[in-house]
């Protein structure tokens, strides 16, 4: 079955420095969501991404003095978590939606 109804985008993304290293991302749930993955974006550029199923928060790994992106990414199908863009008219899924932000890892 296709899903064509696409999860809000999740609210209040906030990164917060923890123990050396790491760092939080926490968010609110999303509406039609069933599905998050939390995309890491490295100094040099490249992105990363973890599943994270339904929950709403996780934690991530960083170099003290560098500065990450992290985008936060809704769907209501494991699948497509994370995908650009699906067409459902294909039969495909709701395009997920996504929530951004940067923090400089202490």
Known sequence: ???TTRASVPSG???TNRARNNF????????NASYYQVRKQDPNGSWSGVDVGGATSTTLAGTPGKT???RVYASN???K???NSVNPASGGYAEPQR???AIKVD
């Open 77 to 79: 199908c494991y699948a």
């Open 81 to 83: 978590v994370g995908h």
């Open 13 to 15: 993304l906030t990164l």
């Open 1 to 3: 079955a296709a899903y």
């Open 24 to 31: 939080s991302a926490d968010w609110g749930p999303s509406s």
């Open 68 to 70: 990450y992106g992290v």
């Open 99 to 101: 929530a951004g932000a």
